[in-house]
């Protein structure tokens, strides 16, 4: 996988949250949480974690 | 929400905010380079931050107190529309980590301080630098008098009455700006995010318990806003544009501001951006929850005049006395360290892009930190005489015209790093649409955020900055297609 198609990772953020109709729902409901909130929570340590990845493929270059 | 004075939140409060502040004042004296007389060394902290003191900086800067106050009162009063502030603060990062490293070398390279230095640098022109420091100094003025505000609830909730306290809090943030520019929000910074953070833990893993569980806390959101008859604890589909644009408008406005820029350019590398995107959402996750407090609010019954009050009033119903005047606290020193930043950020743009560009060329480095330091104070007292002396509306007004004016910069100063198409006039343009669209339909629509649109036979509500940012690019590109505008200086080979 070249260093270009690793970047497309940082799209996927922007696809899940933005595309609303997909996560405005109850069920399933988590901990008490409503889908709407658990999966919008969940996507902060995703984040993180692509940045993580697409971090790690970087050349080192300060 | 009680505003009798209780001695114990008010005794525990004015300690705390007597310790932070001399403890600050201390450290950042302390932590003084050789000379201050540069306005790098006082605006940007030397370029010094590393990693943690960035993370801290940008978290306090970023997620500040007032975003603390209101996120929970809005979600109290709309629902899971309020909500977007989740969306939006997560999608800010792969942009952050995008876009930043490379707008940070190219400051770091040609030693610009500000978002109108790197426009200037890039094309050769001195009226769009001039817009794009207009911009960036109207944009944060009305968020500076919001941190004020912030301050002022919690001031209000521990039943102190008049400005006095206000002015107090202020005249303390001024000497430290004055004396030690940006490294005096960066040393207190630290025990600011530790402190909110304790505070937040304990009210979204105590006060569910209380309440019987994160489920109870939802069902009584929903009965209230069924009872209610507007708001909804699911997000309905009338509303999934208008949120969705919200996010992601805000996600690209968020680092045009100046406070945000300065805290980005201050840090010692492109590594310490990136890394700071991978762990700043951290804070996140934090606002996320914090921001169910406006539901906690519904299932506990909170009986309050104006929403704002919903986190004071909660930590006074449900925590002992110390601990809200910790609390609050952590929320007054929490509108210092943005309020801190932002008035430094603006002076820079006063110090640069106008004295230096347009009053006196061959200003001395030193000068140019002195005209600085004078013209932080000067926002200051400019954002105090505003909260007190004009109605609150009036900066909530501006604010929300400040997010969809600071949106307008990103083609010039962001474009720039990828393409080398765009010229001044174009830009220049498309800044001058994209400012005056937006203006017009906020100003069409009553002052709110949303507008309508009717595409055919689809109708719906949309966030109007990014409306006003796509009429910006359109006007940009048709202006430099054109063929009388393919003049002006080339940009800067400083592709990054």
């Known amino acids: 996988m070249n260093i270009w198609w690793t970047r497309c990772l940082l799209l996927l953020p922007y696809i899940g949250l933005l595309y609303v109709p997909f996560y405005a729902t109850r069920d399933p409901v988590l901990f008490g949480f409503p889908f709407f909130y658990w999966y919008q929570l969940a996507w902060v340590p995703l984040t993180s974690l692509l940045l993580w990845i697409v971090y790690r493929r970087l050349p080192d270059e300060d | ?496």
Not at chain 2, 242 to 271: D, E, I, K, R
Not at chain 2, 283 to 310: F, K, P, R
């Open chain 2, 1 to 496: 929400m009680r505003t009798d004075t209780d001695p114990v939140a008010l005794g525990v409060f004015l300690f705390i905010f007597a310790f932070v502040a001399l403890v600050g004042f201390i450290a950042a004296r302390r932590w003084r380079p050789p000379t201050l007389a540069k306005i790098d060394e006082w605006g940007l902290g030397g370029r010094s931050f590393g990693i943690w003191i960035t993370w801290f900086l940008l978290g306090g800067d970023f997620y500040t107190a007032y975003t603390v106050i209101a996120v929970p009162a809005l979600v109290y009063a709309v629902g899971a529309f309020g909500f977007f502030a989740l969306p939006y603060t997560i999608i800010v990062y792969p942009f952050v980590f995008a876009v930043m490293p490379p707008l940070w070398r190219l400051a770091h390279r040609h030693g610009y301080v500000t978002a109108a230095d790197v426009v200037r640098g890039q094309f050769g022109s001195k009226t769009l630098e001039l817009a794009i420091a207009l911009t960036g100094v109207l944009a944060v003025m009305p968020y500076i008098a919001l941190q004020l505000i912030g301050m002022a609830t919690v001031i209000k909730a521990l039943g102190l009455n008049g400005e006095l306290p206000l002015i107090v809090a202020f005249v303390i943030l001024a000497v430290y700006a004055y004396s030690s520019g940006l490294r005096a929000p960066a040393a207190i910074a630290f025990i600011k995010d530790i402190m909110i953070y304790v505070a937040v833990v304990a009210a979204i893993a105590v006060i569910p318990i209380r309440l019987g569980g994160y489920a109870a806390v939802f069902d009584a959101a929903d009965a209230a806003f069924k009872a209610k008859g507007s708001g909804a604890v699911i997000l309905p589909s009338s509303q999934y544009v208008a949120y969705a644009t919200l996010a992601l408008g805000s996600a690209l406005a968020a680092f045009m501001y100046p406070h945000t820029l300065t805290g980005v350019f201050a840090s010692n590398g492109a590594q310490t951006i990136r890394k700071n995107a991978i762990l700043l959402p951290a804070y996140t996750l934090l606002l996320g929850l914090l921001a169910l407090l406006g539901y906690m609010a519904h299932a506990v019954q909170l009986d309050i005049s104006d929403n704002n009050e919903v986190v004071p009033a909660l930590f006074q119903a449900l925590f002992p006395s110390w601990f809200a005047g910790f609390a609050f606290a952590a929320i007054a020193i929490g509108a210092l360290v943005p309020a801190a930043v932002m008035s430094i950020g603006a002076a820079n743009l006063f110090a640069r892009n106008f004295w230096r560009a347009h009053i006196d060329q061959q200003i001395s480095a030193a000068a140019e930190a002195q005209v600085a330091k004078i013209a932080s104070l000067v926002v200051q007292i400019g954002a105090v005489f505003a909260v007190i002396f004009l109605p609150i509306q009036f900066a909530l007004y501006l604010q929300l015209l400040g997010g969809m004016w600071i949106i307008q910069i990103l083609p010039a100063l962001v474009f720039g790093l990828y393409t080398s198409w765009f010229r001044a006039p174009a830009l220049l343009a498309g800044w001058a649409a994209g400012i005056l669209s937006g203006t017009y339909f906020a100003y069409s629509d009553g002052l709110k955020p949303l507008h309508a649109i009717h595409l055919g036979p689809i109708e719906t509500t949309v966030y109007t900055a990014l409306l006003a940012l796509g009429v910006n690019i359109v006007v940009a590109v048709v202006v430099q297609t054109l063929p009388l505008s393919r003049v002006g200086s080339p940009a800067a080979k400083t592709r990054a």
